[in-house]
């Protein structure tokens, strides 16, 4: 009788239990919250009250683990974007281009998103829950593990002690996985982290009749301008409503107050958010988080370690959450476990862990390279100082971003990669560098690139008319 237990029962630990699920014959999800039984909000998330972006590589990694996802997404009424046509974005270096669809993301609640995966996951007649418990430690030694120490989060049940063949730590960003292997004896496992100290404010608006299916909306900061940055995203969600969240690096952060939600929107570097929901009926306060900051456990670069033991999604990295790669990174490191279970077939494999370990970096490597190359910029961030090698990356990305506002061949290049379809590689293909050096080949868009349906739905003006007003 073969076990697996999956510490956390989120994003990671969900669709893990699927891909560990073939090759044992109990998978327990080991979980502090009571999972709700629809689209609701749980305490263990917090995330989820604001707004999540799922990437094409990411819906893709769970469409394979789990097929008909997207189809229960979208039925349940999220929504399905072609990139680059159903995006309006202002990057750094301008105003991207609408070009014709060669990739997408999806768009709902997170809640929808988890919901969809979990009634999906336990289907699985191997995987059960067990709610309302929290793991404490690891049992085993520094060459094994062999099972996990938990308590109830009521108090009422005694501690317990449960032995498995494999153990993948999927508890998020909270994860005591490095105190945990430390009590074991594995020590010294590198880190980095990267807080550039933004701060998330989100709301959530009723869409105007018309404007329930808008495309996805972003006015990124410009990390390479001086001060702090300061962005917007909006985003339809299911039930016709839009879901906006504002951010704010160290410096610039947007506040709780509804008062200000508005005002940060209008006076970003343009106006467009604000202008948007200046008109809508927001159905929400202002919900706040400070947890954002970029943090990377290199578990896969330590001396030692265990068989029997896994970390995957935000248990290994965290990014900033503009950059939206979590869940996607979360799905990929659980195709790179089952990816490892197929070839060797059994979950007690010797150097099985450390194999998983290793795949499940690759993903969140280009995650990580994409997201630091931003906010090292910002002045004020804290923890890793930016290199030349940093630098001469980041002036690269740059110039990539600005041919991408006028080439269609380097769009659908950065969206390979910006989407986790494709590795960061990608960007060093001769081709790309060849485009880089031509630079765009049609100039800046000086307004933002709208349908004239899109302008009426939302109820919005052209800047030039504006500027005359
Ligand atoms: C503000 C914000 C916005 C974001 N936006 C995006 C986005 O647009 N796109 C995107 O892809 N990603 C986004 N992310 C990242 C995304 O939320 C995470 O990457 C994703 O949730 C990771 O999944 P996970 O399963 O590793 O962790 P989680 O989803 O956090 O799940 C961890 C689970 O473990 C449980 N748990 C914790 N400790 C224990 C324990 N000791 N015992 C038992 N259970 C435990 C928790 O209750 C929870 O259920 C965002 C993050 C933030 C903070």
Redesign the pocket.
């Known amino acids: 009788m073969r076990r697996a237990i999956v ?7 969900m669709l893990a239990a699927v891909a560990v699920s073939h090759a044992v014959d109990d998978v327990v999800i ?4 009571e999972l709700p039984d629809g689209p609701r909000p ?4 917090p ?1 989820a009250r ?6 094409a590589g ?1 819906a893709d990694a769970i469409e394979d683990l789990l097929p008909g996802s997207i189809d229960r997404w979208l039925a349940e009424g999220a929504h399905r974007h072609r990139l680059t046509s159903d995006m309006v974005a202002l990057s750094p270096e301008g105003w991207y281009r609408r070009w014709r669809p060669t990739h997408y993301l999806v768009t709902s609640s ?1 809640d929808l998103l988890d919901h969809v995966v979990r009634s999906q996951t336990l289907k699985n007649h191997r995987i059960q829950v067990l709610p309302g ?4 430690g690891l049992l085993g030694s520094s060459s094994r593990v062999s099972g996990i120490a ?1 308590s109830h989060i009521t108090g009422t049940g005694a501690d317990e002690e449960m032995t498995a063949d494999l153990v993948i730590d ?7 996985a490095a105190t945990w292997l430390a009590d074991l004896g594995i020590t010294e496992i590198p880190e980095h982290t990267l807080d550039t100290g933004l701060t ?1 404010a989100t709301r959530i608006y009723r869409a105007p009749s018309g404007a329930e299916s808008i495309p996805v909306i972003n006015v990124m900061a410009d990390p390479r301008s001086p001060g702090p940055g300061q962005a917007a995203a909006l985003a339809p969600i299911e039930d016709k409503q839009w879901i906006v ?1 504002l951010g704010g690096t160290r410096g610039g952060e947007p506040t709780d107050n509804p008062e200000d939600f508005t005002r940060f929107a209008l006076d970003l570097r343009h106006p467009l958010i604000g202008q948007i929901i200046s008109r809508a009926h927001p159905l929400t306060d202002v919900a706040i ?1 400070r ?2 900051h970029n943090r990377r456990r290199y578990f896969e670069k330590t001396g030692t370690w265990p068989e029997g033991f896994i970390a ?4 290994i990295a ?2 900033n ?1 503009v950059y ?7 799905a990929q490191g659980a195709q790179a476990l089952r990816r490892e279970l197929n070839r060797t077939g059994d979950v007690r494999s010797v150097g099985l862990s450390r194999r998983v370990q290793r795949a499940a970096a690759g993903p969140v490597d280009a995650a990580w390279a994409l997201a630091t190359a931003q906010d090292i910029h910002y002045t004020d961030a804290h923890g890793q100082v930016p290199t030349w090698q940093d630098r001469i990356v980041s002036a690269f990305t740059s110039r990539l971003s600005r041919t991408a506002t006028g080439s269609f061949f380097m769009a659908t290049a950065m969206t390979d990669v910006t989407t986790m379809r494709k590795g960061a590689t990608r960007l060093a293909r001769p081709s790309v560098l060849g485009a880089a050096l031509l630079g765009p080949l049609r100039p800046p868009l000086t307004e933002p690139p709208l349908t004239e349906r899109e302008r009426i739905v939302l109820q919005l003006k052209p800047d030039n008319e504006r500027q005359n007003v």
Do not use: W
């Open positions: 510490i956390g029962g989120g994003m990671a630990g080991i979980e502090r919250d749980r305490k263990g998330l995330q604001h707004i999540h972006i799922l990437m990411g997170r418990r929290q793991v404490t938990l999927a508890s998020g960003r909270a994860s005591r998330y969240s988080t947890s954002t995957l999604g935000d248990a965290t990014f959450p939206g790669q979590g869940m996607s990174v979360a």
